[in-house]
């Protein structure tokens, strides 16, 4: 999308910068801001970490409804890196997983924060969301193993062994800080990966069918690629010329093919490790963008071939980012932070949840996904809400949002930040699965049938994002 579409776009979702400022300053806006700033070019250092966080064999995969772990193909990792001189130190973290929702989110920044001598707001972690990988909820796990008869979801043993492990490997990693001096900025783009999942519409604007992360109907990859984000961006940090920590950012569902309990970091994370190889000296860490509607389903039929297929499109695509990097000397830093409380689907009730959990004639997936939706009721009741997070450095903006967000929501990050370097990583905190946009609720389709908020979220997520940017 140029940006004279996303204008278009904009406009006619009536969310222009100018109205959302105006809607914030009238008391519409619901979030908390927090800043910190610094100007001072000769602070600033990064601490790169990583840490394998492959699950045992026999753990659950995706929520418990596909086949557990039996084999590894590659290993998963949780690789980030601690940025030192903005205040107190910033924790930023990719993890091979489908997601890490609520207390467990939270428990994962805590972890992180402690090790870096920190607050849990200043730390930030993303999943990439394949699919062979935990799904990882404190609550829901809770909810299951009440039940006796479940398949466990998550093993909190190896999730706490995960936390442990990430916390020494941060200790050790802020000892040997290097300098930042500089930052760069580039985007290439990524041939026929990215693709739409809802492209197929009727004529009464309700969606037909979904195009997944792999399709075999002819006439469904026929489709247009529709609205998707064709770049890939990149942003490094530098100690003089020598590139510190490449952060890589893309959006699209991230499995070739999935379900056949093998571990894998799939096509994006075996094009993130080809690159580590390529310059052992720099940590590349790679995010997922906002793609709860986007996949690689035009272009993918879900065979073992398509794999290394899609692997090279993605490399090539980081390649192409590397070469467009622009590098400028810091000048300034700023983290900020902005909670969201977003209404719960009208749709979810705690007492029909828990018959669901509780009614052993269901399948599994018919109880394991209740457990999940109570898990977030519970979690609104709560009042525990989700911390969207921002880094600022130079021109550069790295948008930190959660769950499932729809491609919408980063294009319209782009253009709320015109003028700026806008990269976003989604598949933050899980808790709400799909967040889709307020127009996608009344089309219907798979995404909005599984999202766990009403269509007000829309409104405040934007809110919040442009109050970050």
């Known amino acids: 999308m140029n940006k004279l579409e996303r204008r278009k776009f904009l406009a006619q979702s009536g969310l222009t ?25 000769s602070q600033l250092s990064i601490a790169p970490f990583r840490i394998d966080v492959t699950p045992p064999m026999g753990h659950g995969c995706c929520g418990g409804w596909i086949k557990p772990i039996e084999a590894v193909d590659d290993a998963a990792e949780a690789i980030g890196f601690v940025l030192l001189g903005a205040g107190k130190p910033i924790v930023i973290c990719a993890v091979d997983w489908t997601g890490i929702l609520n207390s467990a989110h939270l428990k994962w920044r805590e972890a992180m924060a402690e090790a870096a001598g920190t607050t849990p707001d200043r730390a930030a972690v993303q999943c990439v969301h394949q699919h062979n990988a935990p799904f990882a909820c404190l609550d829901t796990q809770k909810i299951i193993a009440e039940q006796g008869d ?15 492990n990430i916390q020494k490997a941060i200790r050790e990693a802020i ?6 001096t500089h930052i760069g900025h580039g985007q290439g ?9 809802r492209i197929n519409v009727g004529p009464d604007g309700r969606i037909i069918s979904m195009r997944g992360s792999s399709c075999t109907d002819a006439a469904l990859r026929a489709m247009t690629e529709g609205l998707i984000d064709p770049f890939l961006k990149t942003v490094a940090f530098y100690n003089g010329d020598r590139k510190l920590v490449c952060c890589h950012y893309y959006a699209t569902h991230p499995m070739s093919y999935y379900g056949d309990g093998r571990v ?3 096509f994006v994370g075996l094009a993130r490790k080809q690159r580590q190889a390529d310059e052992p000296g720099t940590t590349h860490v790679y995010f997922t963008g906002c793609a709860g509607n986007v996949s690689a389903g035009k272009y993918n039929d879900g065979s073992k071939e398509m794999r290394p297929i899609l692997t090279r499109r993605i490399y090539e695509g980081m390649l192409a980012a590397d070469r467009d990097l622009k590098k400028d000397a810091v000048q300034n830093a700023e983290w900020t932070t902005s909670d969201l409380l977003p209404q719960p689907n009208s749709t979810l009730n705690a007492e029909t949840l828990a018959a669901a959990i509780s009614n052993k004639a269901n399948p599994v997936v018919g109880r394991n996904r209740p457990a999940f939706e109570l898990a977030w009721l519970q979690r609104l009741a709560q009042k525990t809400p989700i911390i969207l997070s921002h880094l600022r450095i130079n021109d550069i903006d790295l948008l930190h949002l959660p769950g499932e967000c729809f491609i919408e929501y980063q294009l319209r990050a782009q253009e709320l930040a015109a003028g700026r370097f806008v990269a976003t990583a989604a598949y933050g905190d899980g808790g709400p699965w799909y967040v889709p946009t307020k127009e996608a609720y009344p089309q219907g389709g798979y995404e909005v049938s599984v ?4 269509p007000t979220v829309d409104d405040d997520l934007t809110s919040g994002i442009l109050a970050l940017l």
């Open 17 to 41: 910068a100018a109205s959302l400022a105006t809607a914030s300053l009238a008391g519409a806006w619901p979030h908390a801001i927090q800043a910190a700033h610094w100007g001072s070019t």
């Open 150 to 164: 479940l398949p466990s979801t998550l093993d909190v043993s190896f999730f706490d062994r995960c936390l442990e």
């Open 175 to 180: 000892p040997k800080a290097e300098p930042v």
């Open 189 to 197: 783009r990524v041939l026929e990966v990215a693709s739409n999942r």
């Open 264 to 266: 894998t970091t799939d």
């Open 451 to 454: 999202a766990f908020c009403d």
